[in-house]
């Protein structure tokens, strides 16, 4: 017979036994997937069935992704743009998490997932605009390129700072709940990420209010340059979940139909019971961590090439697509011969805007301009014309 105390909380049983929780299982969390290495769909795979429509869109797209990533980074490198961060290797996560939300759905992003705003709609244009940080740009060229933002796309703009978005994403799906929106909140984090204070902050805040968030964590290997051996001792990042009380899974973000079927199902959870859901994504950060990083430093070269080819999410779900019939090696070149178009033609032209004026800086930080604000804003146009060399050429005030 069992026997229990009460303790605030509710009962639990007791031992006389001492007893401690072992740190970890012996045996490690198993990850889900569904096409195997070779775009095969694993034997008996439970995953929800995707149309062909649907699976040749998220084929466009994660192509597009790849387009885009390879001709802004060149970008950079030509010193067009100040900054670039590719999505190299996660690609599935983009988008078929994407493909597997609702419109009404509200994404808090971290930096690496620009294929959600691509699914949802927004342009090659106004992806340039921000990253160069013309009049077009909704931010006003006040951020750093790839902080996108879209009010009309229910995407949250994207804040440099690790983690902060996730107790945000707590409070944001309460306020859905509250409202008894039919929609969920969907955050996205690192693995290097969960080293912050927020990430526990956002889930503990979550579960114990029982908001509708889905938590999806890219265990990508890397932090920078910090490998996931220096981050936690723990089983990656699924069994936290456990921790804070959230359904959790772990499953293979290279996999576009696993991460499909896992968020698709996930999202359903968060809105129909109301309770958070934690997703890892396995994966690998195949590019640099950003244009001012240089993975090579710290990381075998054959390291890189293996998953960037061997374990490619693009050509795995692509084989997947071609062996259904619904993609040809003339729908590949089309398409990305027209995105490598599409995307030259707005660059050239988020080239041609002009860009801010300087007053927009001091704009929109308060409702009545302080005067502290008002002195700076004045000393910074008198350093401008004093030193125009200094300052790009269009740079006006």
Not at 47 to 71: G, N, W
Not at 168 to 179: C, E, F, N, P
Not at 352 to 362: A, G, R
Request: hydrophobic share 35%.
């Amino acid at each position: 017979m069992v026997k229990e105390l009460d303790f605030p909380g509710g009962k639990v049983g007791y031992t006389s036994e001492m007893k401690f929780i072992p740190e970890s299982s012996s045996r490690r969390i198993p990850c889900y997937r569904v096409l195997d290495e070779d775009g095969r769909i694993i034997p008996d795979s439970d995953f929800i069935p995707v149309s062909e429509k649907l699976a040749v869109r998220m084929y466009e797209q994660m192509a597009t992704l790849q387009v885009m990533d390879h001709i802004f980074y060149e970008a950079q490198r030509q010193g067009r743009i100040s900054f670039y961060l590719t999505s190299v290797g996660e690609e599935a996560i983009n988008i078929a998490s994407a493909a597997a939300l609702s419109p009404d759905d509200v994404v808090l992003p971290q930096y690496r997932e620009p294929g959600v705003l691509l699914w949802r709609g927004f342009t090659l244009e106004e992806f340039a605009n921000q990253c160069f940080g013309n009049k077009a740009d909704y931010g006003k060229g006040r951020q750093m390129p790839i902080h996108y933002g879209s009010n009309r796309l229910n995407y949250f703009t994207i804040s440099s700072p690790i983690a902060t978005q996730l107790p945000q994403a707590a409070g944001v799906g309460y306020s859905l709940k509250m409202d008894k929106k039919n929609a969920c909140t969907v955050t996205f984090i690192g693995d290097g990420g969960t080293s912050e204070g927020d990430f526990h902050a956002g889930l503990n805040f979550a579960a114990v209010m029982e908001a509708p968030v889905v938590f999806i964590c890219r265990n990508n290997g890397w932090a920078i340059s910090t490998h996931i051996s220096e981050q936690f001792r723990s089983d990656g990042i699924v069994v936290k979940g456990q921790a804070y009380g959230i359904r959790s899974i772990r499953v293979d973000g290279n996999d576009a139909l696993a991460v499909y079927s896992a968020v698709r199902s996930a999202r359903e959870m968060a809105v129909t019971e109301q309770r958070p859901v934690l997703i890892e994504m396995m994966t690998y950060r195949v590019g640099h961590h950003s244009t001012s990083d240089d993975s090579t430093k710290y990381r075998a070269a054959d390291e890189i090439q293996y998953w960037k080819m061997s374990r490619n999410p693009v050509n795995r779900f692509r084989k997947w697509v071609e062996d259904n019939g619904w993609w040809s090696e003339e729908d590949e070149s089309k398409l990305r011969s027209n995105a490598r178009k599409q995307l030259l033609q707005a660059i050239q032209a988020a080239e041609k805007w002009e860009k801010q004026p300087l007053t927009e800086l001091f704009n929109d930080v308060y409702d009545v301009k302080p005067k502290n604000l008002e002195e700076q804003e004045l000393g910074l146009k008198e350093l401008v014309k004093k030193q125009p060399q200094d300052y790009p050429p269009g740079f006006h005030v």
